[in-house]
Every structure is written in C-alpha cells, then in structure tokens.
C-alpha cells in the first residue's frame, strides 16, 4: 500500500494502490523488437528519444508494460462515465452487502454555471444567478433520499432495493487497474476541456500521479495532447 490519496470534490479521493514497471520498462520493451543492448540509467538521452519515438508513431504495445491500480472514492454519476473504459479492470463497492454512508455531492459554487447553448453535453463558465440556491436544493433532495433509504432499512427493507432510492450523487468507491496504454487513453479523453469537470479532476489526479511513476512517457503524452 502506497502513498497518500489526492483529495478530489467535496468528499472523493485518488490513490496509487500498486504499480508496476517505469520508463525503464518502457524502452525495454521496445528494445527486444529488435535485440539491443539495455541498461538501467547509462542511457538516457536515447531512452527519451525512444520513448517520444514510439508514442508519436502509435507503436503502443511497450507502454503496456506499465500497470497501475488505483483506488478512487467518487459520485455514482462520475463512475457511471469511468465505467465505460472498457479497457481497465474494476471493483466496487457493493451496497448490496453494506449500508452507504450518508456522503453525497455538492458542488462548489464556481461549478454551479448555466447549460451551454452551443454545446448540448457542456456547461459554461459563467456562474449562475442561482447558484446558492441550485446547491441548497442539490443538498435537500439528497438528505431526503438518505432519510428514505435509512427508514426503508429500518423497515428490514432489504439493502439491495433500499439502495434504489439513492441519488447519483452519492459517493463510491472502487479499485481500478489498467495499463499505461490505457491509462493514457482514459486521460486524452477526460483530461480534455470538453469531458465533465467532475471527472475531469480525477483524470488529472491520475496524471498527476503517473508523472511520478513513468516521467518521460507522461511528459511526451502530456505534450502530445496538450494537457497539463
Ligand atoms: C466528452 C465525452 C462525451 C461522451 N458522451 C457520451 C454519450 O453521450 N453517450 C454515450 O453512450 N457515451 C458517451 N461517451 C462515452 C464514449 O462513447 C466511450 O464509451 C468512452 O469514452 C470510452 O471510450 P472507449 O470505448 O474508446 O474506451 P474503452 O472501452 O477503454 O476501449 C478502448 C478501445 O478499445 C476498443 N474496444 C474496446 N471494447 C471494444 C468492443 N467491444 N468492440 C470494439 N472495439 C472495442 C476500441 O478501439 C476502443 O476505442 C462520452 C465520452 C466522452 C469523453
């Protein structure tokens, strides 16, 4: 078990659970194709030069030899997008076996804005007029859906159809494992300015996180993309 989680929203978390493999591992692998010499830390000027070489030309497979796992605390609406990565494997928490706590989100002022009127998925940035009184009524439809749930359960209402009532704003939690390859994938589409800002900052704590574990590779994906 490793470092300490970012903080993400009001009440969600990233961690970096266990990773395999660096840049080193990178290169490695990509220098068995064709049966070079390799050797930790005397060659780096060409390491990077690989590195850049094989992410700008699509050559994808060596950056599968990084993994990480990484545990996230986050909306039941945020996961419900993180969910479509087909490509990374996952775990979560059951509300079948246990009863959730009463933790939902509310967004920061800042992100309470108005519907864009060119884009039909997007927000703007403009805060709303209504902003206060947008979270008041975010924050009272969720206590009253938490006061449902825990009478229902009280009731001996099984936890598997108690949970129905719950809103998609109430935090979860999972593990989940991807490689590098996939990992950088998740982050050029969630990174971009036109994903959710909720997912987006979970995106970003992985990035951030991932520079730690394969510096170069990150760097040269980063600057690719334009993100960061
Ligand atoms: C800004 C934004 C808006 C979106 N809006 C919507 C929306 O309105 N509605 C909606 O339903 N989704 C929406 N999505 C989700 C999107 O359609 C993808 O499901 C999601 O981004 C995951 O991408 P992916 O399939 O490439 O990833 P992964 O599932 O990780 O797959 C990675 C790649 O593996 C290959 N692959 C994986 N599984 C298969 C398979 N079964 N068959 C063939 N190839 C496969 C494909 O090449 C795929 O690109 C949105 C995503 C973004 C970023």
């Keep these: 078990m490793s470092e300490k989680a970012m903080n993400v929203l009001d009440h ?21 194709s064709y049966d070079a010499a390799w050797r930790a830390g005397d060659n780096k000027g060409s390491d990077e030069k690989l590195v850049r070489y094989l ?14 796992t990484f545990e996230v605390k986050a909306p039941i609406f945020v996961f419900r997008q993180w969910h479509r990565h087909r490509t990374q494997s996952y775990n979560e928490l059951s509300a079948r076996y246990r009863e959730l706590p009463e933790e939902f989100y509310i967004p920061d002022l800042l992100q309470v804005t108005t519907q864009s ?21 975010i924050h009272a439809a969720n206590e009253g859906s938490f006061a449902t749930y825990r009478a229902l359960l009280e009731a001996d209402c099984p936890r598997e159809l108690a949970r129905s009532v719950l ?22 589409e969630r990174c971009h ?13 992985i ?10 590779a990150m760097k040269t994906f980063m600057d690719k993309y334009n993100l960061g």
């Design 12 to 32: 969600g978390f990233v961690r970096l659970v266990d990773s395999m493999g660096s840049d080193l591992s990178i290169v490695r692998s990509a220098r068995v």
């Design 167 to 188: 809103p998609v704003g109430t935090y979860s939690h999972m593990f989940a494992t991807a490689n590098l390859f996939n990992w950088m994938r998740f982050m050029k």
């Design 117 to 137: 009127k060119d884009n039909k998925q997007m927000r703007t940035d403009e805060v709303n007029d209504n902003a206060q009184s947008i979270r008041a009524a």
């Design 193 to 205: 300015p036109h994903a959710q800002y909720e997912i987006r900052v979970y995106a970003e704590a």
């Design 55 to 68: 992410l700008m030309n699509g050559h994808s497979t060596p950056f599968e030899s990084v993994t990480a």
């Design 207 to 216: 990035m951030t996180i991932l520079k730690g574990i394969a510096p170069v």
